[in-house]
């Protein structure tokens, strides 16, 4: 066999220049023309889960089947088989529409494929997605010598600086584990926090009664002076404080805990202090909303996700920390086989990762492209469709619970109406809108975000109509 010539790759996975060129022809108008129908269809998916499992039982992979027929198949799953992120009337959770360069970042990285595990391997995706994460850092605040790294996601970041936090705290951590610490260790964070931190604590090993969950305010933030009881308190009894972690744009309502308090407090007992900024922390590229994030600059880390406010595909976080040197204490590992060439800056040496996608191109195009100008110009844009629904609804008896300036907002309808949870319940069955329900300072509510980059004022006015429309529809 050795000196026989090899067999041609498989066409259908390998197919030549004038195939693929026609192919992505075909995926791109296949693309365009489902864009055009979504827009024209319901916000919720519509599809037959009958005929969808009959069709992929038939899927024995014995056969191949043209690939303009299963691009057809997967697009017509994806259109009719999932809530529409990327219609404008989607005012859900933090899932915006990407944004045109992040979705070509996405095929030019599929299409080289790097491994970002080392820069001897990727120098130049390895030196983008530093620069990107370097000016990020400046717009924050952050010392000159700051770092950090993209993240699958921010539980991804936020366990991160956990483990940092932990790594600091007690040097014999990185071998021993919690077992280090001369007692339980406990982390603080609001009661108002995104819920993956209790899958995050026991990820760590701390174990999820060590997240102490701080009551808030009237406003929904974290009370300060709560969290300052429960560090000393927890003192008293040998347990071991390590981390605060404050949150600037909470899930339920877009609240700002007070950073620069939560930041005083942590720096009183020495412990590590972390901003969940997955969603609020876009508002850094404004300079009319970067005011909310006072007190961001005094983190010892941050965690921000592009594929929110910052609009890129999906799986785009970060994490930014100004103790690069705790990053790789944390990370560090020997592995002979890896083309290193500047294990400062290896993200396998830097990270939880090793294999993985290369990221940063998708906010680094989006940016480069945009400006901070033009990101300012999204984000402001969805501030003032916020601000519309609001003035709408305020007109039509509602009333709004929360007060935050990052694009979201909670609504109560008025008196005689369906109940929250049943009003949302018809929204969605009509597939006019998407809107969610969440509790916002003991009450259920309506919770209405603006991520979508181009709705219009036709669409606040149908999802306002939608919501009229079940508030008072069988009451």
């Not at 790759?9 to 023309?33: I, K, M, Q, S, V």
């Not at 038939?58 to 303009?68: K, L």
């Not at 929204?427 to 809108?433: E, H, K, M």
Request: charged residues 20%; contains cysteine.
């Amino acid at each position: 066999m050795a000196g026989d010539a090899l067999t041609a790759p498989p066409p259908a996975l390998f197919p030549g220049r004038e195939a693929r060129e026609r192919l992505d022809d075909y995926l791109t108008r296949a693309l365009a023309d489902a864009a055009e129908r979504l827009l024209r269809g319901p916000v919720t998916p519509d599809i037959d889960q009958d005929k969808l499992r009959r069709e992929l039982a038939a899927f024995d992979f014995a056969a191949p089947r043209p690939i303009e027929e299963l691009i057809d198949w997967a697009i017509g799953c994806l259109e009719h088989g999932t809530v529409h992120m990327t219609h404008p009337r989607y005012f859900g959770l933090f899932n915006p529409a990407p944004t045109f360069p992040s979705q070509c970042a996405d095929r030019i990285s599929g299409s080289f494929n790097p491994q970002l595990a080392s820069s001897g391997s990727s120098p130049a995706p390895v030196a983008i997605e530093a620069h990107v994460i370097g000016a990020l850092a400046q717009r924050a605040g952050l010392p000159a010598q700051a770092a950090g790294h993209f993240t699958t996601s921010g539980s991804e970041a936020n366990y991160t600086a956990l483990v940092c936090a932990l790594t600091r705290a007690q040097r014999g951590f990185a071998t021993e584990g919690v077992r280090a610490f001369a007692g339980p260790v406990a982390m603080y964070t609001s009661r108002e926090c995104q819920p993956a931190w209790h899958k995050i604590a026991h990820q760590a090993g701390i174990g999820r009664q060590a997240l102490r969950l701080i009551g808030t305010d009237s406003l929904g933030r974290m009370d300060v002076k709560g969290l300052a009881e429960a560090v000393l308190q927890d003192r008293r009894r040998g347990v071991v404080p390590i981390l605060i972690s404050a949150t600037a744009g909470t899930t339920g309502a877009g609240m700002v805990d007070p950073l620069s308090a939560c930041a005083d407090i942590a720096s009183e007992h020495a412990l590590w202090y972390h901003v969940d900024a997955a969603w609020g922390g876009a508002a850094l590229c404004s300079e009319r909303l970067r005011g909310e994030l006072a007190g961001i600059e005094l983190a010892d880390s941050v965690t921000i996700d592009a594929h929110k406010w910052l609009a890129t595909t999906m799986g785009c976080g970060m994490l930014i920390t100004r103790h690069p040197k705790v990053l790789s204490d944390a990370f560090q590992v020997g592995a002979d086989f890896m083309p290193s060439t500047a294990s400062s800056i290896d993200p396998y040496l830097n990270t939880l990762q090793w294999s993985r996608r290369f990221m940063g191109l998708r906010l680094f195009l989006s940016l480069a492209a945009a400006g901070w100008s033009g990101y300012a110009a999204h984000l402001e844009r969805a501030v003032a469709v916020i601000e519309r629904i609001k003035e709408r609804l305020i007109v039509l008896g509602w009333s709004v619970a929360n007060d935050s300036r990052l694009a979201v907002l909670c609504v109560v309808p008025p008196q005689g109406s369906a109940p929250v949870r049943e009003i949302a319940r018809r929204v969605l069955a009509s597939g006019r809108a998407w809107v969610a329900v969440t509790t916002y300072v003991g009450r259920e509510v309506v919770r209405i975000c603006a991520t979508h980059g181009e709705t219009s004022l036709e669409d606040v006015e149908e999802l306002v109509a939608g919501l009229e429309a079940a508030r008072g529809a069988g009451s």
